[in-house]
T-cell receptor, first 112, second 115 residues
Framework: QKEVEQNSGPLSVPEGAIASLNCTYS??????FFWYRQYSGKSPELIMF????GDKEDGRFTAQLNKASQYVSLLIRDSQPSDSATYLC????????????FGRGTQLTVWP | GAVVSQHPSRVICKSGTSVKIECRSL??????MFWYRQFPKQSLMLMAT?????????EQGVEKDKFLINHASLTLSTLTVTSAHPEDSSFYIC???????????FGPGTRLTVL
């Protein structure tokens, strides 16, 4: 069983703060890692992905990956109320057409 | 990014009827598509992997005779919920990996309510 664990929520931060979302995974064969955002009642939308150890920045979002520790995180800088959603971490196996494994997600609330 | 569409977005049906949900990749070809189900306040649950030109692969505990999947072309997969019952009411979401961008995109989902 390939497990994906995310920090238990809900996570609540004030507007303008940094939100830190964490994820650990059990499958050492995972090659790529995706972060999705899901608003209530909507389907997931892709935020960003990371393949290599280290940091990857995209606007206000930074993904961090440490394969040795089987750990991936997402930082959201200058959090906005519109960032309030559930964030899903999804490792993927070797194939580019392979399935994603989802955790339960972390619910983030950004209050004004 | 690439676009995946689903139709219908919402359906209400009577118990015992069958409902077909379509999933289309609009600007890329998808030999594989995934079907998920999500109950309120719960995580995404993968139901099956749809493969173009071959049988779908179902996850453990998912009844293949109840949830019929047909991957008719490189851009279309359909999920048919046969003899639907109220417990099948859920949010059904498909996704498709775009090999060209190495990314998986989700459709907008179909909310099924069985009365």
């Amino acid at each position: 069983q390939k497990e994906v664990e995310q920090n238990s929520g809900p996570l609540s931060v004030p507007e303008g703060a940094i939100a830190s979302l964490n994820c650990t995974y059990s499958d050492r064969g995972s090659q790529s890692f995706f972060w999705y955002r899901q608003y209530s009642g909507k389907s997931p939308e892709l935020i960003m992905f990371i393949y290599s150890n280290g940091d990857k920045e995209d606007g206000r979002f930074t993904a961090q990956l440490n394969k040795a520790s089987q750990y991936v995180s997402l930082l959201i800088r200058d959090s906005q109320p519109s960032d309030s959603a559930t964030y899903l971490c999804a490792p993927r196996g070797g194939s580019t057409l392979g399935r994603l494994y989802f955790g339960r997600g972390t619910q983030l609330t950004v209050w004004p | 990014g690439a676009v995946v569409s689903q139709h219908p977005s919402r359906v209400i049906c009577k118990s015992g009827t069958s409902v077909k949900i379509e999933c289309r990749s609009l600007d890329f070809q998808a030999t594989t598509m995934f079907w998920y189900r999500q109950f309120p306040k719960q995580s995404l649950m993968l139901m099956a992997t749809s493969n173009e030109g071959s049988k779908a692969t179902y996850e453990q505990g998912v009844e293949k005779d109840k949830f019929l999947i047909n991957h008719a072309s490189l851009t279309l997969s359909t999920l048919t919920v046969t003899s639907a019952h109220p417990e099948d009411s859920s949010f059904y979401i498909c996704s498709a990996p775009d090999g060209g961008t190495d990314t998986q995109y989700f459709g907008p989902g179909t909310r099924l309510t069985v009365l």
